[in-house]
């Protein structure tokens, strides 16, 4: 194989990757009528700015939310109503958490973190589709990255300049 060839496969190889500048979930496929852990990684600041706030907007269908508490962070939930009352382990369920913010902490731009929570994702979710969690970055001097974009039909993330981080739901197991 000629070295031009090579360069060629490996800038193609590089360009078909996602972008890695995405805030994402570490794990990104979950059964319905299970507990997940999701684990949003912040992988930089905002154009150079430190990260001081992240808020992840919890999408229908995802209850008994709780947050882990970070060093150095303050911890809060907004708290709501369900359009709809659920079914938790027999007990239904009509309100929650729909909203976990972490603030008061700094990530720096060149730095790397994870916030984490867990969750249920309930039966009422369609196994085979994806289930975008919108996640909102706060930064120094009022910079913001709204990871918020969900494709549209026939869209991928990768279309999108600020995809919201995706969790492919799979059947009950």
Do not use: N
């Not at 430190?50 to 911890?75: D, H, N, Q, Y």
């Not at 603030?103 to 867990?118: I, N």
């Amino acid at each position: 194989m000629s070295k031009f060839t090579l360069v060629a496969a490996a800038f193609v190889a590089l360009s078909a990757t996602p972008a890695l500048a995405h805030v994402t979930l570490e794990t990104q496929t979950a059964p319905i009528g299970s507990t997940y852990k999701a684990v949003a990684r912040v992988p930089h600041g905002c154009k150079g700015a430190a990260t001081i706030k992240v808020r992840v907007r919890i999408p229908e269908g995802v209850i008994a939310v709780k947050p882990m508490p970070k060093a150095g962070w303050s911890l809060e939930t907004v708290k709501g109503k369900y359009e709809k009352a659920y079914d938790y382990y027999g007990t239904p369920t009509s309100e929650g958490v729909r909203e976990v913010v972490w603030s008061g902490g700094k990530l720096l731009d060149e730095h790397y973190d994870e916030f984490v929570f867990r969750a249920y994702l309930t039966t009422d979710l369609q196994p085979d589709t994806m289930l975008y969690v919108p996640i909102v970055q706060e930064c120094e001097g009022g910079a913001v990255e709204r990871w918020i974009e969900i494709p549209a039909a026939g869209k991928v993330p990768d279309d999108y300049k600020f995809p919201a981080p995706g969790l492919k739901l799979t059947p009950k197991k």
